[in-house]
Every structure is written in structure tokens, then in C-alpha cells.
């Protein structure tokens, strides 16, 4: 039996949009944080496209997008602002950043 060839890999940072050296990729996670809760709260109430573009104010191509994962086409207002609509409450906490932590975290409860 031969031995395995050694598997090389790179560990991730945590965060795929600065491991592919994007810009901001503090704000691209953020985002996709963020438009990943909107998505799955819609998809738990089976709403049809329509309905969807209804309840957030937005048009069927936009509805699309966010339901694809395409979260960097959208700010994190208007994130922030589609869970408002979703009857979530949105809370932004300014701490101080201790040596060694992320600039930016997103917590859901």
C-alpha cells in the first residue's frame, strides 16, 4: 500500500472575501452575513417571488438577486432595512477592539 500523498491546503482567515483579496472584505462578509438571514427567514415562509418583492418593496429582478445569495448588490442598509420589514429588530454595537479582533463581527440571536 503506497502512502498518501501529502494534501496541501491553506488555512482560511475566516473570511473568503479577504482570503480571494477582495477589497473590503470586512463589509462583503457583513453583507452576505446579513442577506443570508434575509434569505432564510424567507424561504422558511414559502413565499413566492411576488409576495417577496411585495413585502420588501423591491422589484422581481432585485427579489432574484437576494434570493440567489448575490448579497454584495444590496448595502447594508437596505439589508438591515428588509429585516426591519421582516419584523426583525436590527442592533448596532460600538465597542472598543481589543488587539487581534476582527473589525467588524455580526451576531444573530
Known amino acids: 500500500m503506497k502512502p ?21 472584505p470586512e463589509e ?14 424567507l424561504e422558511k415562509r414559502n413565499l413566492k417571488q411576488r409576495e417577496i418583492g411585495k413585502l420588501l418593496g ?14 454584495t448588490l444590496f448595502s447594508q442598509e437596505r439589508l438591515f432595512g428588509f429585516l426591519n420589514k421582516l419584523d426583525r ?3 448596532v454595537k460600538v465597542t472598543p477592539r481589543r488587539s487581534g479582533e ?6 444573530f440571536a
Open 102 to 107: 476582527k473589525p467588524q463581527e455580526v451576531f
Open 89 to 91: 429588530k436590527v442592533t
Open 28 to 41: 462583503l462578509l457583513t453583507r452576505a452575513q446579513l442577506g443570508h438571514s434575509v434569505r432564510m427567514i
Open 4 to 24: 498518501n500523498p501529502k494534501i496541501e491546503f491553506e488555512e482560511s482567515s475566516g473570511n473568503v472575501f479577504a482570503d480571494l483579496g477582495l477589497d473590503h
Open 58 to 71: 423591491i422589484k422581481q429582478p432585485e427579489v432574484s438577486n437576494l434570493m440567489n445569495g448575490r448579497y
